[in-house]
């Protein structure tokens, strides 16, 4: 019988330890909607996703689990919403110095191997935003499609984005740029409220997910948000 590998290796945890270190440190600028608690959440996801579809697919087509670890947990350091165009602009500058000081004292090599390439592009492709701009310009391209590793750091992002976490962060959000919860229709500040960002982006994530595991994940998590808005036009509606 073959030998399972250990996942994490001894050399893997100490980079995922300095990665999770940096993380932590950067969040702590961030607000609640960004924080590292979202993205312990994403991470403990995306893992969830890759181990699930690593049982229906041979040994050589599994995602990787230390690229979806590092990925999951870097993934919102260059947050546009936080950092300036200039700092996001090449992610794997930015992180090498945390690959190449583990080979130092290691020899696990990701800059040598190409996990840090990779990891770096999928920090740098793992957004909502950057997806709409890629399908609108016709660059959605086969890695895109094919990279599970992306897939799973994707899902997981847009998972924490709906249900009550969702929910929460949303509200979170907004209070944190001074946008309003909810306005009537015909409110100048109705399109960057709260409950308008359910309209225009949560609602669709469900229907977006990549991975089996994560669209199941996401029926509870859509319902939970339909329910949510249902109850805010019964409490809004109340009249005098």
Same mark, same amino acid.
């Given at each position: ?5 250990? $996942?994490?290796?001894? /050399? @893997? #945890? +100490?980079?995922?330890? !300095? ?8 969040? =702590? ?52 919403? $936080?950092?300036?165009? /200039? @700092? #996001? +602009?090449?992610?794997? !500058? ?8 583990? =080979? ?28 709409k701009k890629l399908i609108a ?26 249900? +009550? ?76």
């Amino acid at each position: 019988m073959a030998t399972v590998p250990v $996942y994490p290796t001894k /050399e @893997e #945890a +100490a980079l995922i330890a !300095a990665a999770e270190e940096l993380m932590v440190k950067t969040m =702590a600028r961030y607000d609640p909607s960004h924080d590292a608690f979202h993205v312990q959440r994403v991470r403990r996801t995306a893992l969830r996703l890759a181990r699930i579809i690593s049982e229906t697919l041979p040994e050589n087509k599994r995602p990787d689990l230390l690229t979806v670890e590092l990925s999951a947990l870097l993934h919102d350091i260059l947050d546009k919403k $936080y950092v300036s165009a /200039e @700092e #996001a +602009a090449d992610p794997y !500058a930015f992180f090498r110095p945390l690959f190449e000081k583990a =080979a130092s004292d290691s020899e696990l090599d990701l800059v040598k191997d190409g996990r840090a390439r990779l990891i770096a592009r999928i920090v740098d492709n793992v957004s909502w935003s950057t997806e709409k701009k890629l399908i609108a310009a016709g660059k959605i391209d086969q890695w895109y499609r094919d990279c599970i590793e992306l897939h799973c750091v994707q899902d997981a992002d847009r998972l924490d984005a709906i249900g +009550a976490f969702g929910v929460l962060r949303c509200a979170a959000y907004s209070a944190a740029v001074n946008q309003p919860l909810h306005t009537p229709g015909d409110d100048p500040a109705h399109d960057s409220s709260a409950i308008q960002h359910f309209h225009d982006k949560l609602l669709h994530i469900k229907d977006r997910l990549k991975t089996v595991p994560g669209k199941e994940l996401a029926e509870k998590r859509h319902k939970m948000m339909l329910d949510f808005l249902h109850a805010i036009d019964d409490e809004y509606d109340v009249r005098s």
